[in-house]
């Protein structure tokens, strides 16, 4: 019960309980006055009877009946009436007007049935049944505070003592009413207490319930988002390792075959160079372009290489922002050649264990891909920070952005969207990341693309 006043408060469930108690008695008030307005016509129809039987005559008891059914008549009529005209501005408005007219009907059934039965009964048959009835009926139907229901009783006692005081002559008779009567009111009240005690705690409970249910559905809400989410990244990390077993295949590839297509490639380039040589001038351009696509192939066989991640690798405690500072100078000479401009961030990050030649190939090859991805013009950003115990490299560029579909694919060795690409770059860059344990992620848009590379802090 703490954790929902915590969450509400008391006064946001006792004005909540109080409204719905307040419209459930005014609804059974309201169905209360159709039925005694109803039941009054045959009332009245007894009243006839009584007249044509020589009653009235009699004792003027059944003519005083009769006046009493027709004021409850009427007053019941005006209740059905006004009950359906209430007009209020607000709600709380309208709760107001609700309860003021259960109470007032209420304390009219109480004081009516306390002089009926007090007054006009004790001239005809000197019984309080109407009293009993009526006070039964408001116990069990209205759920009033305890302080209303004492008002209402109170004033009915007050009534139906002077009545039957003023009526009844007997003293006997009128002392055992004197006894009923405040035997019946105590044990309605208490009655009235008990069932609006045992209404208020079922409206408790339901409450309490539907807030227990909306924070437990949001825990599973939450639960679910994050198992959404976690699934999610575990369909990138099966991604990533699919792509590492293809990068860990290609490179078990690349050291057993190229050290077999480099040697005759070798000495094919050396024998072009010696007939090179010995051509007249005409033909020596026709070697030199057998020997430029022999590099070409040479270079494509390097950077394929590169990719195996069993390639020794020479660890040493370096500063990633020294890296960036030292091939700053060949990153700005790409940037000036290309007519980008180029902006570089460094922010304080700690030494980490990294292989310099491979984080310098990295730079080089994200930074070359962020230029060729950009117009004249382009903005080239490099950024270095440290968080989450993570030293963070980024570059990114405002180029086009990459489609889902390309996205998907990237660090895949020779798949390539440029027209000369190799589609080794990235594949180089991914192998690189990997034997550092470190990660990628990619952010893309149509304002340009970014490549952030994490490097675990080492303990």
């Given amino acids: 019960m703490g954790f929902f006043q915590l969450q509400h408060g008391t006064d946001y469930y006792d004005n909540a309980i109080d409204g719905i108690l307040t419209m459930d008695n005014f ?34 008891g059944y003519k005083y009946l009769f006046y009493s059914h027709v004021v409850l008549g009427l007053v019941t009529l005006l209740f059905i009436l ?63 505070k305890p302080k209303i229901a004492v008002l209402l009783y109170g004033l009915s006692w007050i009534t139906i003592m002077i009545s039957v005081a003023t009526s009844q002559a007997d003293p006997a008779l009128r002392q055992a009413h004197y006894i009923n009567a405040s035997v019946l009111l105590i044990v309605s009240y208490f009655l009235s207490v008990v069932l609006y005690q045992f209404r208020r ?49 290609i490179g078990e590839m690349a050291a057993s075959i190229s050290h077999e297509v480099r040697n005759p490639m070798t000495t094919v380039k050396g024998f072009l160079q010696l007939l090179r040589n010995k051509q007249e001038s005409k033909d020596k351009e026709y070697f030199d372009l057998m020997i430029e696509e ?94 989450n115990n993570e030293v963070a490299l980024v570059v990114s560029d405002e180029g086009k952005g990459i489609e889902q579909s390309i996205l998907e694919k990237l660090g895949t060795p020779f798949f390539t969207t440029k027209e000369q690409g190799t589609g080794l770059g ?15 992620s990619v952010e893309t848009s149509p304002s340009g693309s970014t490549f952030n590379v994490y490097f675990e802090l080492s303990n």
């Fill in 82 to 144: 006004s009950s359906y005209r209430i007009i209020a501005q607000s709600p709380q408005k309208i709760i107001s007007a609700h309860n003021f007219f259960g109470i007032l009907f209420a304390l009219f059934l109480l004081n009516h049935a306390a002089i009926t039965s007090g007054w006009i009964d004790q001239k005809i048959h000197s019984q309080l049944t109407v009293y009993v009835i009526t006070c039964i009926i408001i116990a069990v139907m209205c759920n009033y």
């Fill in 426 to 440: 990235l594949a180089v860059c991914y192998g690189i990341i990997s034997r550092h344990n470190a990660r990628i």
């Fill in 27 to 60: 609804n059974r008030t309201r169905k209360l006055s159709i039925v005694l307005f109803m039941s009054n016509f045959i009332l009245l129809f007894v009243d006839y009877i009584n007249n044509v039987k020589g009653l009235w005559s009699i004792t003027d």
């Fill in 201 to 249: 705690q079922d409206l408790l409970h339901k409450h309490y319930l539907e807030d227990l249910v909306t924070e437990r559905t949001k825990e599973l809400q939450t639960a679910n988002d994050l198992l959404s989410r976690e699934i999610l990244e575990n369909k990138r990390a099966q991604i990533e390792m699919a792509k590492l077993d293809r990068l860990n295949l």
């Fill in 294 to 387: 022999l590099d070409r192939a040479n270079c494509i066989l390097s950077e394929f290489l590169s990719i195996n991640k069993n390639k020794p690798t020479m660890f040493e405690l370096h500063n990633i922002n020294d890296i960036v500072t030292s091939t700053l100078p060949l990153v700005q000479a790409d940037a000036q050649a290309n007519d980008k401009v180029l902006t570089v961030e460094l922010n304080n990050v700690p030494d980490l264990q990294l292989d310099i030649q491979e984080i310098r190939q990295l730079l080089l090859n994200l930074v070359r891909n962020g230029l060729e991805a950009m117009s004249s013009g382009g903005h080239l950003r490099i950024k270095t920070f440290f968080t």
